[in-house]
């Protein structure tokens, strides 16, 4: 499920809103068994399964080292929008895990916050998943049956390109039944 919302070349991360969040013991950081238990008692999502549709845009876009040609090529593409389409199942609204807010293991990521319930979540995470690559995902975003909008605040650094630094929203609808 970490490609239902998958966005750009790097990794997503989304949020939304709660009172006290993953952070139990109240140290500042949040470890991998508080973000398992926080998933576990925002319960079921408020999204219906099926097959949707996630459409990402980028409004803000900052990449100082790539050359200005490049750049405007990114950021007319980013603006232009970038649509997926994915199957959500019945086992991944009831449970869905962290892979389901693009944080499979295999991106090594940690939590600075982690707040879920079944309709919003809010979420900030660094990621690391290869090489010198970290990537830093701040997402607030609600969750109905048929819709879903999410804001992102998005840092990638250790790319060919260097920093880039991007803003935007993915906004999603149920689009009918998965294929059979």
Known sequence: MHKFFLISAAALALSACSDKGADADGNGKISNAEATTEMAKGGAMAMKPGLWEAQSKYDKIEAPAMPAEMQAKMKAQMAEGMAQRSCLTKAQVEKPGLEFFGAPPEANCTFDALDRSADG???AMTCKPTGP??????????FAAETYTLNVEQSTEGTPMGAVKMTGKITGKRIGDCPT
Do not use: A, Q
Request: zero cysteines; a positive charge; glycine letters at 8%.
């Open 121 to 123: 979540v809010k979420m």
């Open 133 to 142: 690559i970290i990537l830093k995902s701040k997402i607030e975003g609600k």
